[in-house]
């Protein structure tokens, strides 16, 4: 029992990364970011650490691409101008949000600095079954009949909550159109319960926060899952 418990247990690595782009030997871009790896047994690794290294190629391809060439210009633009020119930057972060014997939950945020003022802000989240690798989904974790329908109700509450504030500009969305916007298979799992985020600017223009919606869970009445054990370290 113990030699099967020992198999079970993987350990997920963070490995820092950074690196410049430069344009007349100025440095235009700067890039940090970390590309997870998971180590262990009874988990498909090379799968998994497949998919991240995926992700992190997309954001390489926009990064190398249109942010350089964008901050490029803005560079050239202030050398005409005379003025100072501070360097773009763009930030990849993940965090482990939620580990147990059989849910892993990871969430990725990006960040793009455009100059002084100008930021954009992504962040979602990636939610697997374990040991099967299998990319899980939000109404698996509800102890609902219809738990897809339940989840849905419940998020388009909030949200009609947050329009009925007196400082909210949200628009008038109806349900179907919400949960679109929401993309409710991008989640994260925490000790608490489940997360879901719309990006910036997404229902506002000139939006700089992201809207944040979370719906509580009893990890005891969960349906798909034990108890949690501790979550694993970043390193």
């Not at 247990?9 to 970011?33: A, D, G, H, M, T």
């Not at 930021?119 to 040991?131: A, E, F, Q, S, T």
């Not at 109404?139 to 947050?162: A, P, R, S, T």
């Amino acid at each position: 029992m113990r030699k099967e418990e020992k198999q079970s247990r993987y350990q997920i690595k963070f490995s820092p990364y950074k690196q410049s782009n430069r344009l007349q030997e100025q440095v235009v871009l700067e890039k940090v970011w970390v590309v997870p790896s998971v180590k262990g047994t009874g988990f498909p690794v090379h799968k998994w650490n497949d998919y991240y290294q995926k992700v992190m190629h997309q954001w390489q391809k926009r990064w190398d691409g249109e942010l350089y060439w964008r901050s490029g210009i803005a560079f050239a633009t202030s050398m005409e101008q005379g003025r100072a020119f501070l360097p773009w930057k763009a930030e990849l972060t993940q965090t482990v949000t939620y580990q147990s014997e059989t849910v892993l939950s990871l969430v990725t945020e990006v960040r793009e600095q455009w100059g002084k003022t100008q930021c954009r802000l992504i962040k979602y989240g990636d939610v697997w079954h374990l040991p099967s690798g299998i990319p899980a989904l939000p109404w698996e974790f509800l102890n609902e009949k219809n738990g897809k329908k339940h989840l849905k109700q419940k998020l388009y509450q909030q949200f009609q909550e947050m329009r009925q504030r007196e400082d909210s500009h949200l628009p008038e969305l109806t349900q179907k159109q919400f949960c679109k916007l929401c993309h409710i298979d991008q989640f994260a799992r925490t000790e608490q319960g489940l997360e879901f985020y719309i990006p910036q600017r997404t229902l506002i223009q000139g939006q700089e926060g992201m809207l944040t919606f979370f719906i509580p869970l009893d990890v005891n009445q969960t349906k798909s899952e034990k108890e949690p054990i501790q979550p694993v370290r970043q390193s």
